[in-house]
Structures are given as structure tokens and as C-alpha cells.
């Protein structure tokens, strides 16, 4: 019985790897424009109004450029830089994060840099106006002047040669008091003889990205994805040819989600706005935040105003993002975190993470005083596991004679053994409670390293486990790991048969070893620790208890 629900315990745990693995929906990368037609045709003329912007450089004529010229704000976190061509960001790096890329030498890794699409118009925070609510004709790529820069801004100027339909625009970059936060500020002055209608859009975009794994069962990389918050309601498009969504009125935040990033746009200084979100056949991904259309008089002006968040998805950080109106209402980016299932167990999890990780410094530290706060909580259920299997072993020889006689009778050995269980007060799953609540534990740790950027290239030891959240790039834990579960295994009574007892002494650490490898190291971290600590008390308790055996003659007659 306990053999079975072991093996049952191990196959549970492996068809959750192969399906987070094989048969988890992994978006395809869309087709190219003629390779298919938008999902929904309530979007059909939004997605033939990205495609032409895509190929507006080749399909139309143009006129000799200016010379591009690239403008830097930059604090302790991030590194802004913004290019005259459409006054759009050309990269935004995070100081503190490196790139993940297998292929570099650690030496050579740059910094993660949030932009991800580099042909214009595409760039992040590109100006757009819905050629429906818009009387003039915006073009498809602009050239703008540095009208301004200084300590923590940048103002740029367009206007157009020709056309005086075409209003006069300044757009006012502006570093924030808060982290990683960007103000925007875009003013368009009507220098025609009559009104012109506008409404303006803020764009963000971001190129597809193929989920990659660590290896042949590492788990998935998020893809990035347009996301939006309307009200209470979270918005979501898969990064799939033609798929779109528009949010309602009273957006608190829309933009593009990656795994442990997030860059958003938040309205500021309106009531109401809606958002744009689409994954357009040439494998950009796009998310736009829309305010309401306004009417400039001859001479007059029009001021908007948008925040701008780029960074880790840290949720202190997050919580402090505000926007609206007044420009204090929460904007609620949290939301984009998700633990799935076991959120109820990731964020207390994280919080405990943290406050280990204030008084050591170290977050594999931090598991490992973790893995020890479980243990203390788990022991009242531990030693009850172990006083089972305790009183299992000694009714080993019971067993074994019950199976000589009634082992071609299957049924009837079933009844009979649960009636020895019975008679002796004993519970057969007993032993194994303790991988059973652990289970949870092991999931939700790997969710939180999975979604957690604090823990996001966290090291342990500098050198070989520089990032908790990665495999372990030797292989060295998962396979002490091994040898640690083997010895517990050897250390542990069992009621098995011989034959049997060898199987799982040898399964279970090859299982363990085998699906760990490419798993991240801080989960491999916390079983590791489990172990030796399980050892540790497995031996103290041996060395407490004895197990003496029941002799045959003292079992119950046959009935």
C-alpha cells in the first residue's frame, strides 16, 4: 500500500512536469501579413491600419530624413534613451539586471533592455491619432527636433513642412520622483485658420518572444503579452495573428507584460480612456492607451498627459504606481503578477522570503531558513509519519506471511491486510502525509521563483548559483540531491519486500535526480535542505526508537 502511494506521489509529480512542459498551449509566432486573416472582424480595420504602418518605410515615398539624433535620461535603475525619429524610446536598460542568454559568456551580458521592437514606427511611446476622430492626416513616420534637455527631461518639437492642418506638437519626456516611472506630456497647438479634432493614443509595443526552455524539461519562459486593467476586469490578448481587444472606459493601466517586466502606461489628468490591445500578423505585439476626442479652436491648444512604469514586476515597488484624474488613484499594476493556483501559499511564501532575506542579505539563505519553518511546522506530522512506519515495519513478517498465503488471491490479500492495519490502529498512508503537504509547498516555491523578480537572478553562491530562478548550470545540487534522497530512503523502515525496497531505494532518487536538472536551483535548494534535515531526525529517531518485529504467532487468527 505505502509503495503504491509513493509510485502514485511520483506520477502525479511527473505528469505535472510534462504537461507544464508538452501540453501547455504555447503561442505559435504569428504569420506573416499573408498568411491568414484577424480572429474577430470587429478588429479588421485596426489590424489593415498596423499593417500599413508596418510598411509604410517601403510602400511610400520619402522625403530626404534628418539626421536621427538619440537623447539619454538616466538614474540609479534605468537608462532611458529616446530617438528624434517619431520622439519614440529607443532602448530602456535596467541597471540592475543583466540579459539571460545562454549563448554569452557571463563577461559579455548587457543589461536588460525593455524595448524589444527596433523598426519605427514600432518603438514604445509612439504617438498615434485615430484617423476616424481625427480631422488632419498623421504620418506614418516622423522626424522631430530636440527643442529641449536638461537635468531629468527632454522636450522634442514636430511640425510639418507643408501641411498646416497638422498641429504643432511638443512631447516632454520627464523622470519621475518615484522608481522607474517616466511623465509624459504631449501639447498640440492649432496653428490653421480653423478647429481640428484629435484623439490621441499613446502606443507601447513589443516583439514576439518564443517561450524557451532550459532545457529538454525546463520549464517554459512567459511570452510576452498586451495586458490591460479596465475597472476590475483584466484584459488579455495571446500573442496570436489577429487577436485584439478593447478595453472599456476607466483604464488604470494598460501595456506589455513579460515575465518578470512590465512596461505600462497609466492615464493621467482624465476621467476616462479606453485601451487597444493586439497581436498583429508581423509579430509585434501592441497595447495603446486612447483618451477622448478633442476639438483645438484656431489658435488654441490641447494638453495630455500620460505616466509611463518600466521595470521589475516587484510588487512594493508596483503597489506605490498611482495615476487617474488627480493622479492618486492606485493603478493597480500588481495585477499583472500571477501565481496561478497556489497564490495562497506563494505570497505569504514571498513575504517570508523577504523578511529572511532583510536580516541575511542572501535569498538562498533565505530558502534555507524557509525550508527549515516548514520543517518545524510539519514535525508534529513528521514524527506521527514516522511512528506509522515504525509500527509498519514491525508487522513486516505478518505481511510477508499474509502474502504466502493468500498471494493469488489479490482481493482477498487486500482485505486481509487491511484488516491487520485495522487490528493494530495503524493508518497505511500515514507515512506519507509529509511528501503529501510538501507537494503544495513545492509547487507554490515554484511558481514564486517562476513570477517572483525578486528572486530573478538572485544569487546563492557567486560563481556556480548565480541565479535562483535558473537551473543549476553544473548540475551539481540535483545530483547531491540524489545521494541525499537515496540515503533517506536507506535510512527510513521499510514494509516492503526486499525486492521492492531496493526498486524504491534506487526510483525515487533517479526520478527526483532526473526531473530536477533543469528545474530552477532555489526549488532544487529547498528539497535539497528538506532532506538533510528529514535525515537528520530519521536518525535521531532510530537511534530513540527501536523496531521490534511482531512474530507471526502473535497475529490475529484467520477469519
Same mark, same amino acid.
Given at each position: ?32 501579413? =499573408? ?365 510477508? =506471511? ?151 504467532? =502473535? ?5
Amino acid at each position: 500500500m505505502e509503495k503504491r502511494t509513493i509510485v502514485a506521489i511520483l506520477l502525479c509529480l511527473a505528469i505535472w512536469l510534462v504537461w507544464q512542459h508538452f501540453f501547455m498551449e504555447v503561442p505559435k509566432p504569428p504569420a506573416r501579413p =499573408d498568411g491568414g486573416q484577424p480572429a474577430a472582424e470587429a478588429v479588421d480595420k485596426s489590424q489593415e491600419k498596423k499593417d500599413h504602418q508596418a510598411k509604410a518605410v517601403e510602400t511610400e515615398p520619402q522625403t530626404e530624413r534628418l539626421e536621427e539624433k538619440l537623447v539619454s535620461l538616466r538614474t540609479e535603475l534605468f537608462e532611458a534613451t529616446f530617438t528624434t525619429r517619431g520622439a519614440a524610446l529607443k532602448s530602456l536598460k535596467l541597471l540592475e539586471f543583466k540579459e539571460r542568454d545562454e549563448n554569452k559568456k557571463p563577461e559579455e551580458l548587457g543589461r536588460e533592455d525593455l524595448v524589444s521592437t527596433t523598426d519605427e514606427p514600432l518603438l514604445p511611446l509612439t504617438l498615434v491619432f485615430d484617423p476616424e476622430k481625427t480631422s488632419f492626416k498623421w504620418p506614418k513616420v516622423t522626424d522631430w527636433a530636440v527643442e529641449q534637455e536638461g537635468k531629468g527631461f527632454v522636450r522634442m518639437r514636430y511640425q510639418h513642412p507643408s501641411d498646416q492642418n497638422i498641429p504643432v506638437i511638443t512631447k516632454t519626456y520627464r523622470l519621475s520622483d518615484q522608481v522607474y516611472q517616466l511623465d509624459v506630456e504631449v501639447e498640440l497647438h492649432n496653428r490653421s485658420g480653423s478647429s481640428i479634432d484629435e484623439q490621441v493614443g499613446l502606443s507601447t509595443f513589443g516583439s514576439f518572444q518564443a517561450p524557451a526552455t532550459t532545457g529538454c524539461m525546463g520549464p517554459p519562459s512567459a511570452p510576452r503579452q498586451p495586458m490591460c486593467l479596465a475597472g476590475e476586469e483584466k484584459l488579455e490578448v495571446d500573442p496570436k495573428p489577429g487577436e485584439a481587444s478593447i478595453g472599456k472606459p476607466n483604464v488604470l493601466w494598460t501595456g506589455i507584460n513579460e515575465q518578470y517586466f512590465l512596461t505600462a502606461i497609466i492615464p493621467i489628468g482624465v476621467e476616462e480612456s479606453i485601451c487597444k490591445l493586439e497581436a498583429s500578423h508581423d509579430k509585434v505585439l501592441s497595447s495603446t492607451l486612447v483618451y477622448s476626442d478633442t476639438v483645438i479652436p484656431p489658435g488654441g491648444a490641447a494638453k495630455h498627459r500620460f505616466r509611463v512604469y518600466a521595470g521589475p514586476k516587484q510588487m512594493k515597488i508596483m503597489e506605490e504606481v498611482t495615476g487617474g484624474k488627480d493622479g492618486k488613484r492606485p493603478a493597480k499594476l500588481t495585477t499583472s503578477v500571477d501565481y496561478g493556483w497556489f497564490s495562497f501559499l506563494c505570497h505569504p511564501m514571498l513575504w517570508l522570503l523577504k523578511v529572511f532575506y532583510s536580516v541575511v542579505g542572501n535569498y538562498g539563505l533565505a530558502i534555507i531558513f524557509l525550508t527549515i519553518v516548514v520543517k518545524i511546522l510539519l514535525l508534529p506530522l513528521t514524527q506521527k509519519s514516522m511512528q506509522s512506519m515504525r509500527e509498519m515495519a514491525k508487522l513486516k513478517p505478518l505481511m510477508e =506471511d499474509l502474502k504466502k498465503r493468500f498471494g493469488d488471491d489479490k482481493q482477498r490479500l487486500n482485505q486481509e491486510m487491511m484488516n491487520l492495519y485495522k487490528t493494530h490502529k495503524i493508518n497505511p498512508m500515514g507515512g506519507c502525509f509529509p511528501m503529501l503537504l510538501q507537494m503544495p509547498i513545492w509547487i507554490a516555491l515554484y511558481r514564486t521563483l517562476y513570477s517572483s523578480v525578486e528572486l530573478y537572478q538572485a544569487p546563492f553562491i557567486p560563481g556556480w548559483l548565480d541565479d535562483l530562478s535558473y537551473r543549476d548550470p553544473y548540475f551539481i545540487m540535483p545530483l547531491v540531491l540524489g545521494g541525499t534522497m537515496f540515503l533517506q530512503q536507506k535510512l527510513s523502515p521499510t514494509t516492503a519486500d526486499t525486492q521492492q525496497a531496493k526498486m524504491m531505494m534506487y526510483m525515487m532518487p533517479a526520478f527526483f535526480t532526473f526531473i530536477m536538472l533543469y528545474l530552477p536551483s532555489g526549488l532544487v535548494l529547498y528539497i535539497f535542505v528538506n532532506s538533510l534535515l528529514s535525515i537528520g531526525h530519521q536518525l535521531l529517531y532510530n537511534r530513540m526508537k527501536s523496531v521490534p518485529s511482531v512474530a507471526v504467532e =502473535d497475529r490475529s487468527p484467520e477469519t
